[in-house]
Nanobody
Framework: QVQLVESGGGLVQPGGSLRLSCATS????????MGWYRQALGKQRELVAT???????NYAQSVKGRFTISRDNAKNTVYLQMNSLKPEDTAVYYC?????????????WGQGTQVTVSS
């Protein structure tokens, strides 16, 4: 059974930091591309950051220079370090695992963790 479990969300003041974690099980973590997405109330889910199985990262323009995605293949975990948080970063943050080759395309989502940036 595949599980993606996010943790680390919470309430933080503007300018503060949070570190999200997504612990996975049931997949060969090292071959999966991993990503963080977020969905604010009343808005569509959007990409925040991704990291490929080879470690190549990509960020939404709105978080470049403030957020850092990383992965630990030994712990089957992906992280999102969020600094200089803004109220507009408030959303439910979701972890995603994706894999594709010539024969298969598959993906999984976590249940989400709430991040609220407010004074």
């Amino acid at each position: 059974q595949v599980q993606l479990v996010e943790s680390g969300g919470g309430l933080v003041q503007p300018g503060g930091s949070l570190r999200l974690s997504c612990a996975t099980s049931g997949i060969i973590f090292s071959i999966y591309d991993m990503g963080w997405y977020r969905q604010a109330l009343g808005k569509q889910r959007e990409l925040v950051a991704t990291i490929t199985s080879g470690g190549i990262t990509n960020y939404a323009q709105s978080v470049k220079g403030r957020f850092t995605i990383s992965r630990d293949n030994a712990k089957n975990t992906v992280y999102l370090q969020m600094n200089s948080l803004k109220p507009e970063d408030t959303a439910v943050y979701y972890c995603n695992a994706a894999y594709s080759d010539s024969k298969i395309r598959t993906g999984y989502w976590g249940q989400g963790t709430q991040v609220t940036v407010s004074s």
